[in-house]
């Protein structure tokens, strides 16, 4: 059963751990400006609510977030070996909660929220938890982008993913096992009328991902949970936090 509980969290991958297979090399994290105007369509992330969803062969993960009013709902789902795992996470002015539906240890109770001691989260994009309000990693992303060429509102280029600590629900552990080819993998992106980005897809081998910003200034509402408890130490191993 543990090993289920392995193959399923080993696909959620916000912080790039690996299952039983020895770890690839940890990815170096950078949120350095991309050279091109790209940079500005990110840019504008971190002033304005908005809605993401990303979608790779492990799963989805979508929510929204207000960075300015510090907000944050989303849930990130899985699926391996025919079990699935739902993780919902909420921040609210500096408090974090989770709950976990879906995790196959005996007599757990996948309705209980748990709380989130930050302090203990030293990998950035954990549970889309992160200093710069990045849920989705793109900063990172797009800071380590070359070759990137535009063409009215669309680019496109290769990025070097082993510079990315995390990616969506992308197993980014799994991505660098590629090799050399894990620095120059192709991706598209758009921006709207304003120069915000939209969308943006990673062409990896075998599992494009594809990722949608959408809904800038909308309201976000995230409550904090009532009874939540302490998140088990054991947990946050296991969600690579």
Known sequence: MLA?????VAGVMLAGCTGSKAPAPGPSV?????????????????????????VAKEGSYAGAIDPVADLLDASVSVSS???????DTVEVRGNAYTRLTGLPLPGFDGQLWYS??????????????????????VQALIAAAHDVRRDGR???????????????????????????AAKAVPFEATVDDQDRLATVTVSIPDN??????????????????????PLPDHLYGMLGL
């Open 116 to 137: 989130v001691d930050t302090a203990k989260v030293t990998r950035p994009g954990s549970l889309g938890l992160s200093a710069i309000k990045d849920p989705t990693g």
């Open 4 to 8: 289920l509980v392995g193959a399923v």
């Open 154 to 180: 669309k680019y496109a280029g290769t990025v070097d993913m082993t510079r990315v600590a995390a990616w969506g629900p992308v197993n980014v552990a799994q991505v660098m096992q590629l090799g050399a």
């Open 81 to 87: 070996g025919g079990a699935s795992l739902t993780i």
């Open 30 to 54: 950078s949120v350095r400006p991309s050279p091109t105007g790209l940079a500005a369509g990110v840019w504008h992330l971190g002033f304005a609510s908005y809605r993401f969803k990303v």
């Open 208 to 229: 494009p991902v594809t990722a949608t910003y959408s809904d800038f200034g909308a309201p976000v509402t995230a409550d904090e949970p009532k009874g939540a408890q």
